[in-house]
């Protein structure tokens, strides 16, 4: 791994991977990019901002669900590629229990 490559722990498989890959070499996840999610906070802004200046209320809904929105995406991948870093663990998936009635 060079030092410049930036690590992303994948949504999808939870495995450690490169995020310059266009998607995941273990699933086949798609790898997106936080331009999605920081056009959903700016339009969610423009909306929200007017609206409830003019004391259209239901339209600011819609900003506030475009705001929080992309805000969540944003902090999702923050949070995956920090957990990525070295010396960080990624969550590991355990196993369904087993039920007693098949024992």
Known sequence: MSEG?????CRRCHENISMTLGTCPHCGAEIKGLKGP???VIIGLVVLVPT?????WWLAVVGLALL???GYFIYDKRTRMKRAEPGQTAPVESPEPESEAEA
């Open 5 to 9: 490559d930036k690590r992303i722990i």
């Open 38 to 40: 920081a056009t959903m």
């Open 52 to 56: 409830v200046m003019e004391g259209m």
């Open 68 to 70: 929080f929105g992309g």
